[in-house]
């Protein structure tokens, strides 16, 4: 039994309830949703530790619930469950603040296998040690995970942070695409490497005093990305 919480926010009855009725039997926990107006009152009444995400809703969108879900619940991944298939599609769900994507019709092995992708990533983003981490105007507190940039608060989703961390764990490393698909998102994950520019797009957003001329994640032309080294970060205990 895994004793995990998943919330179903879909309003087909028939994959809710199927989807429901295989996680149960590996062992979850599922509340279930088909209206978007009344999911994020389902969510603070379970307290799910992963929700899976229907676009297409009757009144709040899936779009708009993943907004607002990463803003409230910023470490809850979201494993959005749609049939469009597009690259816009999947790059606007992503910018929303989804974690994983995943299109109908799927295999629920493969959606079980995601399920676990994204707790393992959960809890390897929350063990860190009670310390802040500094580069430059930069700070994370490794304890509550605020990010506060030149000391002003910063809103940051659970995958941008984890790049932040990794970034400034190692600075003047460079790391393809590839790399931080497979160290962030982890060898099992199921997407694809457009996942790892939009985060550091929009991290860059975050972060930098300017975006299209970035100081901190640097792109190295022809290899990937790597943190700055002028700004080797701090651990203060």
């Known amino acids: 039994m895994t004793g995990n919480k998943i919330a179903i926010i879909e309003d087909d009855e028939d994959i809710r309830e199927l989807t429901a009725l295989y ?3 590996k062992g979850y926990s599922v509340a279930g949703e088909g209206h978007g107006d009344k999911a994020l009152a389902l969510i603070h009444q ?3 530790d992963l929700i899976l995400l229907d676009m297409m809703l009757p ?3 899936g779009e708009e619930l993943c907004a ?3 803003a409230s619940y910023g470490d809850i991944p979201i494993i959005i469950m749609s049939s469009k298939r597009s690259s816009e599609d999947k790059v606007r769900g992503l910018n929303a603040g989804a974690n994983d994507y995943i299109t109908k019709p799927f295999d629920m092995a493969e959606l079980e296998a995601r399920i676990k992708a994204n707790l393992r990533r959960k809890g390897a983003g929350t063990a860190q040690a009670n310390h802040q981490l500094r580069a430059g105007d930069i700070v994370i507190d490794t304890e509550s995970f605020d990010v506060t940039v030149a000391g002003e608060p910063v809103h940051l989703y659970t995958k941008e942070r984890q790049l932040l961390m990794y970034f400034m764990q190692h600075p003047g490393q460079v790391f393809s ?3 931080l698909y497979d160290r962030i998102w982890g060898e099992d994950y199921f997407g694809d490497l457009k996942t790892v520019s939009v ?3 929009n991290l860059r957003k975050k972060i930098e005093h300017d975006p299209k001329n970035p100081q901190y994640v640097i ?3 022809g290899f990937g990305y790597k943190f700055s080294k002028k700004f080797e ?3 203060e205990v």
Do not use: C, M, W, Y
Request: charged share 25%; net charge neutral; glycine share 8%.
């Open 68 to 70: 607002d879900i990463s």
């Open 177 to 179: 695409a590839e790399q």
């Open 59 to 61: 009144g709040k969108s």
């Open 46 to 48: 379970a307290g799910p």
């Open 219 to 221: 792109t190295v032309r």
């Open 199 to 201: 985060h550091i797009r």
């Open 233 to 235: 970060f701090v651990q």
């Open 23 to 25: 996680l149960e039997n």
